[in-house]
């Protein structure tokens, strides 16, 4: 049974940095693609960056990228996100997501593919 945990969400000024955290429990025995998405009030849910777990690809979208940086500590199996000089349109509760195989090009299309297990969110919220 897999299963994500979200932390490290919180309110922010704009140019600030936040860390959120995702538990994950997952299968020593296979390779996942681990991602986190966002949705914000009225707004369709987008994912914001990728980490194959087999080699450590990482993909980001544009709107974060040079911000934003995905990475995970195996020894704590837990997946991170660094977000720097955070904007006010960053603001969305963030979910941390998981899904299985696929390859490191199946983590690059994370925007067309359906992720298995996904964690309960944490909100970020950006002041101007």
């Known amino acids: 049974q897999v299963q994500l945990v979200e932390s490290g969400g919180g309110s922010v000024q704009a140019g600030g940095s936040l860390r959120l955290s995702c538990a994950a429990s997952?299968?020593?025995?296979?390779?996942?693609?681990m991602g986190w998405f966002r949705q914000a009030p009225g707004k369709e849910r987008e994912g914001v960056a990728t980490?194959?777990?087999?080699?450590?690809?990482?993909y980001y979208a544009d709107s974060v990228k040079g911000r934003f940086t995905i990475s995970q500590d195996n020894a704590k199996n837990t997946l991170y996100l660094q977000m720097n000089r955070l904007k006010p349109e960053d603001t969305a509760m963030y979910y941390c997501?998981?899904?299985?195989?696929?390859?490191?090009?199946?983590?690059?299309?994370?925007?067309?593919?359906?992720?298995?297990?996904w964690g309960q969110g944490t909100q970020v919220t950006v002041s101007s």
């Open positions: 997952l299968s020593t025995y296979s390779s996942y693609c």
């Open positions: 997501a998981a899904d299985p195989g696929g390859g490191s090009d199946g983590c690059m299309r994370y925007q067309e593919r359906t992720f298995d297990y």
């Open positions: 980490f194959y777990t087999n080699g450590g690809s990482t």
